[in-house]
C-alpha cells in the first residue's frame, strides 16, 4: 500500500485515514499487527507524537488495541447494527468495508399459524409471504431473517430476487416505513439455525422479533436470529434537559 499524497489536512489525520484504509481494504486485517510508530513516522515524515495521536484516537475508538512492550493490532470487531432503527444490512457490511452476499433458502405463500396471524394481525390460516434468508459478512453467517408479510400491502414480494436486493430494501421501497416494534431476547439455536449458521446447540444468541408499518398498515413480522458471540446490538439515546 503506498502512503497517500500530502493534502492539506492535519497529519495526525493523514496517518489515521491510511489506516482506516488499510483496514477496509484487509491490508491490515482483524488481529493483524499495524507498523510501528517509528516506521510510520519515517513513512509521512512526521513526528512519532503525531502518530502517537493519530493510534491513540483509533485506539480509543475501539479500532485498535496497544499492548506496551509488543506493539498496536487492529481489534477484532463485532457486526454492529443499531438497535432502535430499520438498516440494509448490506450497507451495514459494506461501511464495514466487507463483502455481502445472501443465500435465499425460500420464499413462498403460506397459510399464517396461530402466531403468525397474531403477529400480523391476520385471521389463522389466511395466506402470507414467508421468506427464509441467511445474510453473510464475508464467508461468514450473521443472521437468519425468518420474515412474514401481509400480501395485501408488498403484492409483488414473491416475485423479488433478494440474493440481489435485501427484503428491507425492497419493502422501503414498495411501503416505505413508517412505525417499528422491537423486542430483543438471548435464545439458543433451535436445529435448523444450528444448520443455517454453522452453530453448536450451545452457543448464545440474539433473536430481534420485529413488527414494522408502513402508515396504518402492519406490513412485516420478521424473526432476526444473531450468533451472539459475533454481534452486537447498540442503541444511542439523547437525553433533552
Not at 125 to 153: A, C, K
Not at 215 to 226: E, P, Q, T
Request: glycine share 6%; with cysteine; charged share 25%.
Amino acid at each position: 500500500m503506498s502512503t497517500p499524497k500530502p493534502a492539506s489536512k492535519p497529519h495526525y489525520l493523514r496517518i489515521r485515514d491510511f489506516i482506516l484504509d488499510g483496514i477496509k481494504s484487509r491490508s491490515f486485517a482483524p488481529g493483524a499487527k499495524i507498523p510501528p510508530e517509528v516506521e510510520l513516522a519515517k513513512q509521512f515524515g512526521v513526528s512519532r507524537m503525531t502518530v502517537n495521536k493519530a493510534i491513540r484516537d483509533l485506539a480509543e475508538a475501539g479500532v485498535l488495541l496497544r499492548y506496551a512492550g509488543d506493539g498496536t493490532y487492529v481489534a477484532e470487531r463485532k457486526a454492529e447494527s443499531p438497535l432502535l432503527d430499520v438498516n440494509n444490512i448490506a450497507e451495514e457490511i459494506a461501511s464495514r468495508g466487507h463483502a455481502y452476499r445472501a443465500e435465499v433458502h425460500f420464499v413462498r405463500e403460506e397459510a399464517a399459524s396461530e402466531e403468525v396471524a397474531l403477529r400480523l394481525a391476520l385471521g389463522v390460516g389466511m395466506p402470507v409471504f414467508h421468506s427464509l434468508i441467511v445474510h453473510f459478512e464475508d464467508d461468514t453467517p450473521i443472521q437468519l431473517e425468518d420474515r412474514y408479510i401481509n400480501p395485501q400491502w408488498a403484492p409483488d414480494y414473491l416475485a423479488q430476487q433478494f440474493q440481489r436486493e435485501t427484503p428491507n430494501a425492497y419493502l422501503m421501497r414498495a411501503c416505505p416505513l413508517t412505525d417499528v416494534e422491537h423486542t430483543v431476547e438471548a435464545v439458543l439455536p433451535d436445529a435448523q439455525a444450528q444448520s443455517l449458521l454453522g452453530l453448536q446447540a450451545s452457543e448464545p444468541c440474539l433473536r430481534v422479533l420485529r413488527r414494522t408499518w408502513s402508515g396504518k398498515h402492519l406490513v412485516s413480522f420478521a424473526r432476526l436470529l444473531h450468533p451472539g458471540a459475533g454481534y452486537k446490538l447498540r442503541s444511542q439515546t439523547r437525553v433533552r434537559k
